[in-house]
């Protein structure tokens, strides 16, 4: 069956904000009914575990012990149906790009173009199922926190400026100033960009091995 729905991505990847209403239209194209396993614990529906345009298809499924089983109607809930089967396609977004403040350059983030929207906007296994509703899942955060990518810059620049302690011929002299340069800059990264989100930070390329 095919079905249209909407779907509101962040207002920057990596955020969860939706102040701006990005509304995405999209289209499912699958099977009417998906039969679903729900955690009795933590309430996610942790997969598919049947599909069907008939539901008769679902009579006498073996149950596991621990889950409940709730049956996704793709004409009433497209969204779920979408976010756990992946058969969907939606309008072409674009890649948003942010300007940097005091010349520090640009940051492009890049959706794929026709489908997999959701999946880079949603935490997968974050949908739940409570109380005869389903609860949408969570906006994707950055995998790695600032604090993560501050620490793990002060000790690169810290293990630059051991390494060319050296004197010996490791390095050319454009070399060790490339170096001498990327440790400066790694040590004043926090400082750099402390209004500015850590993922947005491109860090210097063709770095000599240290």
């Known amino acids: 069956m095919k079905k249209n729905f909407t779907f ?3 207002d920057e990847p990596y955020t969860d904000k939706t102040e701006l209403n990005q509304t995405i239209n999209a ?3 699958g099977p009417r009914y998906l039969l679903c396993r729900v955690n009795q614990t933590t309430n996610i529906v942790e997969g598919v575990v049947r599909e069907s345009d008939d539901l008769s298809a679902f009579e006498n499924m073996p149950q596991e012990q621990g889950y409940n089983y709730v049956t ?3 004409a009433v809930n497209p969204f779920e149906a979408a976010y756990l ?10 890649d948003p790009t ?13 959706y794929d173009d026709y489908t997999g929207g959701i999946n880079q ?4 296994f974050t949908l739940k199922y409570e109380g005869g509703v389903f609860i949408k899942p969570q906006y994707r955060l950055h995998a ?3 604090e993560s990518v501050m620490a793990a810059a002060k000790l690169n620049a810290s293990n630059i400026r051991e390494a060319l302690k050296v004197e010996d011929d490791s390095y050319t002299a454009e070399e060790r100033k490339t170096l001498e340069d990327y440790a400066e800059w790694l040590e004043n990264l926090e400082e750099t960009y402390h209004d500015v989100e850590h993922w947005k930070i491109k860090f210097p390329t063709n770095i000599p091995r240290y």
């Open 8 to 10: 509101i991505l962040p």
């Open 72 to 74: 996704v109607d793709a």
């Open 121 to 124: 906007a949603f935490y997968q």
């Open 27 to 29: 289209v499912y194209e």
């Open 144 to 146: 790695l926190s600032r």
């Open 98 to 110: 942010f300007v940097l403040p005091r010349g520090l350059g640009e940051w492009t983030y890049h």
């Open 85 to 94: 089967t992946d058969y969907y396609t939606h309008d072409l977004i674009e």
